[in-house]
Structures are given as structure tokens and as C-alpha cells.
């Protein structure tokens, strides 16, 4: 039965309830963490025979003849872009092959244009009175951090119940000069798990832009990294090329979440105009990436199925814990009317939305059991959700048996504290 | 004897004698190429035990714990800090241990400053009106391309007879307080192989500077790459500390010549101020290097005293390439009072003086039978070398017997690009 539907003495019964069973909770001395959106060990564990695919027996020379222990190759080995061109379908010569992370790639990307802007308007950004940007949200904190950083103002656009970002909205945004791009994880979105549908994507590439240099950062880091229906993200450039936008979007991914988050390899892909101004620019950074890497990755990814088996024995270590969620936060909320959460069909996240005003309350609820969630606020620009609703679970790094007892210390807090909620209203 | 001082008669002869030289030269149809500032093939050849340092069999845990296949550890690992604090003598918490290239991080570092100013000025320097460097010449091309890539006015100052910088002009250039800065290589600088002296680092430290964000870009790349008698570099961290300006000095080194120049590991060591304010914008910009290929060169490279042992190995490769050109030079070009070069003990360039107005043509010379050079003009700001004599050699990526070819051929480039230029005189 909904909560709110409970009468006053029987919200009062349940309230003593989630007190009792908070309190018990806060006893046990717990140390959860649900908060990293990261790979356990486990899946680390399966690419450990990337430590020995190159073994310094001449197997360092690329398949152009080419010492890749030297300095050199600024875009990447050709091996690295073609396996790559493979998983993306995109053609080898638009990507572009770097270190070992996207968002230093993203970053890069944004401080190009900061610096010079892009090519064929060649306006600073950072000459520019103000520079806005679109952000879908939820979203991935570490994006809308990287644009306060470089003081580029955040507008939020709420995901729609269909778990589409409001296009209306954004066509209507992209028509103000000032708007100068938009950032998003297109596919199992952090944190929602969303994935923009063809409607969407082809809305993107075609949505006119008074911005003559809006870029569209299009972070695909889970582009692969499928648990049960296998979604298909539409194929952006070909929309662009469609409609003449190919310039507006510079897409990222990475093997993080493939091989090792901390010694990955991060690819770019871009039209023709902006790979050749990122050559150029880059060139100035530095002589290339670790090409030695890459040649790692791509001796122990071997093709593009063989990638397909790997990540599918990565969804085989994460898809109990994504089913653990979903089975314990139904037995513990569902059908209360306090909580509704999303079913990622990939990615690494959960999004839980409680009732407004309740999303910090939760937060601080699970420190004080000993239980670390991302922040509250932290999905959305500036930290500030507007309904202090959303919360991102990330049941990646915990082991089974941590993570049953975290979501359910979890729903004792969202019950605890929507009872609050509500019976604060009958006062 | 000397060209000058020879008859017009006797100009007219050897410019003859030169002349047929050329064309035979240029009938070998040879391919050489002196403009590579890498090292050997056989000198990577030292290192490629590191390939297998790491198995995968749990060795990529690090001393703290930590799994370093995974996110994390912004500021690099305690064994690589620790490791090049013990080479660099500059505390480990002063240390940032970052990716494969120190290019990329001085770009990097220039690019905070571009965007969010020095810690405690916070001006961006994106905001002045202009932003001026003191460039110390010849020096690093790459230095000066990024240089002017980010828009900074560049000021050249020549070094002295003695091997030193100007630094009465210097001192002057600082006092104005659109000089933010100087960029340099302090030992075995790129291409002369001079190292500053204790009397230079310590007036670099102590002088006064018109603007409160002025910045040292102290790029030690040849720190401990000698080849003869050892020169030692005059820790100016320590005369900062005494002077009070710890702030100023940006320091960066790398493994990029010691193991592989492709798959090093770079690293910039700063005042505690700076590397507060780098760890919170690195911070946005990444989740961290890869702590991998950090614990490989460490676990590869051992402690200092193997470092400077692995080095010597080098010097062995390296050694007999210098010892031709400085042999084939004086043999070619000595007494003619024509071209002079440096003697560096350590490095990996050498620096060729020819007659003022003659660098350019010896380029182009060279090129017609068949060589590479170093752009003529590279060693400068905007490619601009005033007195058009410079050129620098870079030995150690030929064999010997392409070698000795080549300064043999570069030499008859020169004898006849100077009397083509003492004729002209005549005339």
C-alpha cells in the first residue's frame, strides 16, 4: 500500500518502525560503499594476460614497420584505430587514439576550443561574453564539473518519463547565440542508464544551432557494456551527414570499463575539420600517447567479436548485482509510492528518484550507517538537484552479499526518511 | 688557415674544389638524417626487460594496497614519487607523477595558467591584454611552438660566450610586468648542451619580477643523461626557498630517454602552493595517469643508483656518436674559422655555429644531397634566428658509419655556403 495513502496513525506506526530498524542499523557498525562506479577486482581480473601479450621480442613493432617504443605516431597506432573503427563503425581515419583516459580527452577537446575555437570560426571561447551549455541531467558529475571549471554556465534539461532528454526543450535552447554545446553519455547514461533513442539522436544532428561553433560532447563510455537486452545507439555521424552537421560532434570512449579503468586507452572520433585541427593543435601538446598501450589493448582485445565475448564475461560478473538491486529495492519499496528506480539494460549505474525534498535527508541517513552513496545533488550542474530527488547507485564495486545489505540499509533510510516527509505535511 | 684570410684567387679555388664535393655528394643520392632527437634503437634495446617486470600475477598491487589496474591516485604512485625523489632531491610530496610525456604536462600546466591564473593571483592569463616569455636561445622548438600556440609574446635572449643565458637581461626583461615568464632547458640544454651554473639558477631564483604569477618553466629533460664528465644542475628550489619565490619554479622531468620515449612516465615537481592548485584542477581534468606503466618503470628502473647505472649504458651507445661528430668536425671544418660548435657533456644535441646569413643555405644545401637537418631557424622563437647561423645536430638516432657520412657531408655544405657568402663579399 502507497504511503500516502496510509492514515496519520498508521504513517506514525511505520515511522517508529524505520526508527527502530535505522537505529538496529546504525548499531551493526556497517562500512558500505555504493558510491564507485567502478570495477571490482573480479572483472579486472579479466584481461590479466594483458601483462604478458607484448614480451619486448621485437613484438613492439606495429604493423607499418614502425618502433612503437619510440617517440612518435600522434594520433595513434593504426592497429589501435582500427579495432576501434571496428566496435564504433567509424571510419579508421576520424578517430583519433590517445592516453589513457576520455575525460583528459574531453577535457583537451573543450580547452581547444577555450583556447582557439573551432575550426572555421577560430572565436576563443574564453574571448566570448559567456559560454552556455546544454546538460541533460541526471548526469555525470565529472562533466559538470569539468565545465564549471572552465566556467562554462550549465543550463539543466530534465529527462522526460520516456527516459528521452526534453528535445523541445533543447531545440529551443540552441537557438540562443550563447549556447555552445551540449554534453551527454548517449547510451546506459550515468546515472540513469538511459539510452537515446534514434528519434533523439537524429533530433541532435539536425536541431539548428545559432551557435556556429556548438559542439555536441558525445561520451560514449558504455558503448559495449551491455547486461541483458543489448540497446543500439543510432549512428550520430550518419545523421550529421544527413543534415550537414558533422563538425558538431566529438564522440569519446575508452577501453576504461574493458581492460583497466587506470591503464585503458581513450579514442576520439570526429569529422575530417576537426580531426585536422586537433592534429594540428595536439601536435603542439605533445609527440604521442603510449603507443606500447595500445598495442597492449589491442594484442589482448584481438577483433571486434572478440571484444563482444570479454565484455559479455564482464556482464556476467555485473548483471547479479544489477539483478540483487532490482529484486531487493522491490521487495523493499516497492509499491510504497516513495521510490522508483530505473532498469539500466547496461552501464555501470542505477538511478533511484525518491520524493522530492528527500535526496540529501537519504544521504545523510546512510553516513550516519555507515553507508557512503554518491553525493545528493551530484548528478546535476552545480551539485543542485532542483527536487533534491536522485541518488546514483553504483553496485559495481561491492560484492553480493555487501550489496543486499546496503540496499537494504538503503530503503530503511528512503522509508525513514519519506515518513519524515510525509508527516512533516500532516503538521 | 682561415677562409677570410685567404686571396680572392684562393677563395675562387676552394669554392671550386667545394663545388665539385657537392655534386659528387649529391650523385651518392644518400639518405641521412640528423634532425631526429631520439634515441636508438638499441639503446630502447636496454629496456625491454620492463616488459616483463609486471605478470599480472597480483605484482600490480601497489605498496599501499592499492590495485593500480583500477581509477585513482590523481597525483601518481608513492613508488614513482618516491623513485624520482631520490634522482631529482626534491621532496616526494612535491612530486606529481603523471603520464608518458612531459611535453604534455607543461602544456598542461601552461594551460592552467592560461585559464585560471597562478595560485594566489588567479588571473587567468587568457585575460591580459598580453602575455609575454623570456626565451633563452637557442633552445627547444617545441618549447616555442607551444608557446606561441597559446598566444604568448616570445622574447628571445641569446646565450652568452660563456654558455650562460643573459641574465643581465634577464633581469631587465622581468621588471616588466607583461613578462610572466621563462622557459628553459637548464642542463644540457637543447641544442647547445650548456648547463646554467650555480651563479645563473641562483640569479633566476632571486630576481624581482614586475608580475606576482611569473613562472619558471624549468624543463629538465637531460638530468641525468651524461656523457662525459658529469655537470651538475644547482638545485634552484633550494636557492627559492632562501629567496622566498619557491612559487615561480614549474620543474619537469621524464623517463621518456631513459627507458622509452613513447611509453615513459613524466613528472613536474612544484612548491607546495602549486601543487595544491594543481591537484584540484588536474583533478577535474582526469581521474589519473596510468599507474601501470608508473609501477613498471619503477619495478624496471630499481632505485637512483640503478638509474645512473642504466645511464651509463646509454652513454656507452651515445658516446662514440658524439666523439665522430666533434672528430669529423675538426677534421672537416676546424681552423677554417668558419663554423664552431658546442661540446656538451651530456644530452643529445650539439650545436653548429656557421657564418651569420649561412644556416638557411647549409639547410638547403644538405637537403639537395640527400640530408635532413633540423629546420634552420627551429632553435628560435617563431623560427626566427636573427643572425641565421644556427643549426643543431642531433647524433644519436644514425648508426656510425651514416654518421660520419653525414658530418662529412654537412661539413662540405658548410665550406661551401661560406665561401658562396665570402665571394659575395668580394663582389
Redesign the interface.
Known sequence: MKYSELSLEEKREQFKRAQIEFDCLCKLKLSLDLSRG??I?EQ?DL??????V???DRD?IGENGV???????LDGIPEAKKLFSDLLEIPAKNIFVG???S??MI?DAL?RL??HGAPGVNM?W??YDKVKFICPAPGYD?HF??LE???IEMITVEYLENGQPDMDKIEELAKDPEVHGLICVPKYSNPTGYTYTRETVRRLAKMECAAPDFRIIWDNAYFIHDLYTEEKLADIFEFCKRYGTEDRVLYFAST?KIT????GIAVMAMSDNNMAQAKK?VN??????????QLRQVRFLGDADNVRQHMARHADIIRPKFDLVFETLEAELGGLGIASWTRPNGGYFISLTVMDGCAKRVWNLMKEAGGVLTGAGATYPYGKDPRDANLRLAPTFSALHELEVCIQALSTCVRLASLEKLLEGEN
Open positions: 567502478k570495477p577486482g579486472l584481461s590479466n594476460d594483458m601483462f604478458n607484448l614480451t619486448g613492439y618502433d612503437y617504443r619510440n617517440y612518435g605516431m592516453g589513457n583516459s575525460l583528459n577535457y580547452t577555450m583556447l576563443p574564453c574571448k565529472r564539473s569539468m571549471n572552465l566556467g576504461s583497466f579503468p587506470g591503464a593543435l603542439v601538446q605533445t609527440i604521442g600517447s603510449d603507443k606500447i598501450n
